[in-house]
């Protein structure tokens, strides 16, 4: 098994592009979610998703877009990239009943200019 | 004030000492309790769940005291590879929505 894969490790744009972060898990999970690390305020949920066709918002979704249609894919979409997106941003997933259990994957590090 | 706090350190404590770092949480409903553990510039992977009893995995020992609202976690024999930061997790109401991390303690081990 990978696990979760992530791509692109390193990413930078410019204010106002826009780009879609991949994630994707071979195990077979039901949750997964997206969050950003920021230096001195740990990890915030951006958004998360159940189960195929299931999304829900976060602590910070504004700017960030998200779609559920397999059970191993959940890509994160910048609509409009800003500065204030630079961060590091994990996907992570769950079994069924096991949530509080998250793997993470490797992450990717997005610079916004 | 964060939900979830925790002294982000570093300790700095030489190798074989024992180490022990706390982390406060203000909503009293929370219900899980976790440590996770983060390399440089990698993901933070589970490292224990803590109990209400307390519990041991090898040399860490994780506590929660809800009357206080802290859980804890002990390193004993500390070793060079312990060095990382150390998450405190909190799940507000066992729902996959509801997990707060901490912003971690950084912990370094010396020769």
């Known amino acids: 098994n990978a696990g979760v894969t992530q791509t692109p490790k390193f990413q930078v744009l410019k204010t106002g592009q826009s780009m879609t972060l991949q994630c994707a898990q071979d195990?077979?999970?039901?949750?997964m979610s997206w969050y950003r690390q920021d230096p001195g305020m740990g990890l915030r949920l951006i958004h998360y998703s159940v189960g195929a066709g299931i999304t829900d918002q976060g602590e910070v979704p504004n700017g960030y877009n998200v779609s559920r249609s397999t059970t191993e894919d959940f890509p994160l979409r910048l609509l409009s990239a800003a500065p204030s997106q630079t961060s590091v941003y994990f996907c992570a997933s769950s079994p069924r009943g096991s949530y509080n259990e998250q793997f993470f994957g490797p992450g990717t590090r997005l610079t916004v200019l | 004030r964060k939900e979830v706090e925790q002294d982000p350190g570093p300790f700095n404590v030489p190798e074989g000492a024992t180490v022990a770092f706390n982390c406060t949480y203000s909503n009293s409903a929370s219900q899980s309790f976790f440590w996770y553990r983060q390399d440089c510039r990698k993901e933070p992977k589970l490292l224990m769940s803590?109990?209400?009893s307390g519990n041991e995995d090898g040399r860490f020992t994780a506590q929660l005291n809800r009357a206080s609202q802290y859980i804890s976690l002990l390193i004993r024999d500390s070793k060079l590879s312990d060095s990382a930061t150390y998450l405190c997790v909190v799940n507000r109401h066992s729902s996959a929505s509801k997990i707060i991390f901490g912003s971690g303690t950084r912990l370094s081990i010396r020769p």
């Open positions: 803590v109990y209400s």
């Open positions: 195990m077979n999970h039901e949750y």
